[in-house]
């Protein structure tokens, strides 16, 4: 059983950064993948970024250029940083890891919020 732990959510300003963390209780070497979703009120859960076992990267084409997601095998930890944050940004984003043998595991999520 995997645990995942976010933080790092809150209230932003628009333009403004925050940086997600999400931290497993196992190694992240061994997941097949790794990602953040976001669900915004009323609206399906979806992926904003993810990154395989090998490095390579995926983006929502609504965050390309302003979200990096990145991964620290030593920490157990991926990360999401977001810049130039949007109202449309606003959502409660979720951790996601997909492990061997077709396990998937959620995080409980954190809320993000830009406004002004």
């Known amino acids: 059983q995997v645990q995942l732990v976010e933080s790092g959510g809150g209230l932003v300003q628009p333009g403004g950064s925050l940086r997600l963390s999400c931290a497993a209780s196992g190694s992240i070497f061994s997941f097949n993948a790794m990602g953040w979703y976001r669900q915004a009120p009323g609206k399906q859960r979806e992926l904003v970024a993810r990154?395989?076992?090998?490095?390579?990267?995926t983006y929502a084409d609504s965050v390309k250029g302003r979200f990096t997601i990145s991964r620290d095998n030593a920490k157990n930890t991926v990360y999401l940083q977001m810049n130039s944050l949007k109202p449309d940004d606003t959502a409660v984003y979720y951790c996601?890891?997909?492990?061997?043998?077709?396990?998937?595991?959620w995080g409980q999520g954190t809320q993000v919020t830009v406004s002004s």
């Open positions: 996601k890891v997909d492990a061997p043998y077709g396990r998937v595991y």
């Open positions: 990154i395989i076992s090998g490095g390579s990267t």
